[in-house]
């Protein structure tokens, strides 16, 4: 079949220029963290001034995110989406200025928590606009191009954050990161999106609010999944975010393995999305949680970090467990959940999947402190299998879908 034959995925003009818009602004995203982590660290920064500005961006994005899935849900999701890049990209532009020498940091945090708002309406438009733009059994091939795209991205990101940081500087490379948000949203202007002519009525704010809290607590496979992730990233990624370029610099002298081991992470994701698009699987559910406990090799290689080239390929097998969210996920939610409120529910993803994260990462200083750094990721690892095995038993999680003899509320 030709790519852009009639009826291919490729075919659907709002669906190509959402992808190269998000294409383009994940390139710029993925050189942020780069550039983030090593101007702070190069103006003396600790590992817990890290964790405290990693964390007020997360936390802004958890805070945000139940009113941008409402937003979403009212709103054209392309000028949500436009509105939430032009935000995100003003916001990186002042940080060239707040993240100078001079400046105190609690002003890069505020900037950092201001680029989170502009990330909840953002994920919250992006998770829920795919279903107007081309037909349901083209989604799950749409939601696995997608993540595809966006994990090839953050490979080449950090390589482009890295080498930037290498030739104009930490703060520099904000710009290219503003450069990026701008670029993606000509694509997003073009698009025509699908806004339904049976439109629902609104209901007052918080009414609709609550609605989409109460789908996810209604469908229980869905508030599980969110919950245990929310947990796990709290500990395990708060702790390999942080300490993933503090061991780098102290160990080996260099930046260098911070970005390989993001951009082996992503390579490792790509290859497992691709084959779990290509095998079928009785349970998609386990599976994928039994996947995703693989991810303890990356904390496990920082505990024991016998050179940047072990760190890198440990990134790499330690991508492979998200391949299975990156296939599964998405098409799962669009399938089971009104279109009317996924706006709302991919809010309350972005929302849980993340919420704790800001304290963890606030933590993560105190608790190497208190227990140790190896004994820390050690730790961590132990914990984040334990508690993949605690959801197994809840409805629906088996096959992310909820069994046909299951009696809940009111959903639709």
Same mark, same amino acid.
């Given at each position: 079949?030709?790519?852009?034959?009639?009826?291919?995925?490729?075919?659907?003009?709002?669906? %190509?220029?959402?992808?190269?818009?998000?294409?383009?602004?994940? /390139?710029?995203?993925?050189?942020? @963290?780069?550039? /983030?982590?090593?101007?702070?660290?190069?103006?003396?920064?600790?590992?817990?001034?890290?964790?405290?500005? /990693?964390?007020?961006?997360?936390?802004?994005? *958890?805070?945000?995110?139940?009113?941008?899935? *409402?937003?979403?849900?009212? &709103?054209?999701?392309?000028?949500?989406?436009?509105?939430?890049?032009?935000?995100?990209?003003?916001?990186?532009?002042?940080?060239?200025?707040?993240?100078? @020498?001079?400046?105190?940091?609690?002003?890069?945090? &505020?900037?950092?928590?201001?680029?989170?708002?502009?990330?909840?309406?953002?994920?919250?438009?992006?998770?829920?606009?795919?279903?107007?733009?081309?037909?349901?059994?083209?989604?799950?091939?749409?939601?696995?191009?997608?993540?595809?795209?966006?994990?090839?991205?953050?490979?080449?990101?950090?390589?482009?954050?890295?080498?930037?940081?290498?030739?104009?500087?930490? %703060?520099?490379?904000? &710009?290219?990161?503003?450069?990026?948000?701008?670029?993606?949203?000509?694509?997003?202007?073009?698009?025509?999106?699908?806004?339904?002519?049976?439109?629902?009525?609104?209901?007052?704010?918080?009414?609709?609010?609550?609605?989409?809290? %109460?789908?996810?607590?209604? !469908?229980?496979?869905?508030?599980?999944? !969110?919950?245990?992730?929310? $947990?796990?990233?709290?500990? $395990?990624?708060?702790?390999?975010?942080?300490?993933?370029?503090? !061991?780098?610099?102290?160990?080996?002298?260099?930046?260098?393995?911070?970005?390989?081991?993001?951009?082996?992470?992503?390579?490792?994701?790509?290859?497992?999305?691709?084959?779990?698009?290509?095998?079928? $699987?009785?349970?998609?559910?386990?599976?994928?949680?039994?996947?995703?406990?693989?991810?303890?090799?990356?904390?496990?290689?920082?505990?024991?970090?016998?050179?940047?080239?072990?760190?890198? !390929?440990?990134?790499?097998?330690?991508?492979?467990?998200?391949?299975?969210?990156? =296939?599964?996920?998405?098409?799962? *939610?669009?399938?089971?959940? @009104?279109?009317?409120?996924?706006?709302?529910?991919?809010?309350?993803?972005?929302?849980?999947?993340?919420?704790? #994260?800001?304290?963890? #990462?606030?933590?993560?200083?105190?608790?190497?402190?208190?227990?140790?750094?190896?004994? /820390?990721?050690?730790?961590?690892?132990?914990?984040? *299998?334990?508690?993949?095995? =605690?959801?197994?038993?809840?409805?629906?999680?088996?096959?992310?879908?909820? @069994?046909?003899?299951?009696?809940?509320?009111?959903? %639709?």
């Amino acid at each position: 079949m030709k790519l852009f034959e009639a009826g291919s995925l490729w075919s659907y003009k709002g669906y %190509r220029l959402f992808w190269f818009s998000n294409a383009i602004f994940v /390139l710029g995203a993925s050189a942020f @963290p780069i550039a /983030l982590a090593v101007t702070v660290l190069d103006a003396g920064g600790t590992a817990t001034s890290l964790g405290l500005i /990693l964390g007020a961006r997360v936390l802004s994005g *958890v805070v945000f995110a139940p009113f941008a899935g *409402v937003w979403a849900d009212r &709103l054209p999701r392309r000028n949500v989406m436009i509105g939430a890049d032009l935000f995100r990209a003003a916001v990186v532009i002042s940080m060239v200025f707040v993240s100078a @020498p001079s400046m105190p940091h609690y002003l890069l945090g &505020l900037a950092v928590f201001l680029v989170g708002v502009g990330d909840a309406f953002g994920a919250a438009a992006a998770g829920a606009i795919i279903p107007s733009l081309v037909p349901d059994e083209k989604l799950p091939a749409a939601n696995v191009a997608r993540n595809i795209m966006t994990k090839g991205a953050t490979i080449v990101g950090p390589g482009i954050g890295g080498a930037s940081v290498f030739l104009i500087g930490g %703060r520099l490379t904000f &710009l290219i990161t503003a450069i990026s948000f701008i670029l993606g949203t000509y694509f997003l202007f073009k698009i025509q999106e699908d806004i339904n002519s049976n439109k629902r009525a609104q209901e007052p704010f918080f009414v609709e609010l609550r609605e989409g809290l %109460r789908t996810v607590r209604d !469908i229980p496979w869905i508030g599980a999944f !969110i919950l245990m992730v929310s $947990v796990q990233l709290m500990v $395990v990624l708060a702790a390999e975010t942080v300490l993933l370029p503090v !061991i780098s610099r102290r160990e080996f002298d260099s930046n260098t393995p911070f970005a390989l081991a993001a951009s082996a992470f992503a390579i490792g994701g790509i290859i497992s999305a691709l084959l779990c698009v290509k095998i079928k $699987v009785k349970h998609e559910g386990y599976v994928s949680i039994f996947v995703w406990m693989f991810i303890i090799i990356a904390p496990l290689a920082l505990a024991f970090p016998v050179s940047g080239t072990f760190i890198v !390929i440990a990134y790499l097998f330690a991508g492979f467990s998200v391949g299975p969210w990156e =296939a599964w996920w998405s098409s799962a *939610v669009q399938r089971e959940v @009104p279109a009317h409120l996924q706006g709302r529910v991919f809010s309350i993803d972005h929302m849980g999947s993340a919420g704790l #994260m800001p304290i963890g #990462m606030a933590l993560i200083g105190p608790a190497v402190a208190l227990f140790g750094e190896k004994e /820390l990721l050690i730790g961590a690892s132990i914990f984040h *299998v334990l508690i993949s095995f =605690a959801i197994l038993r809840v409805p629906g999680v088996k096959d992310m879908k909820m @069994p046909a003899n299951y009696s809940h509320g009111e959903q %639709r």
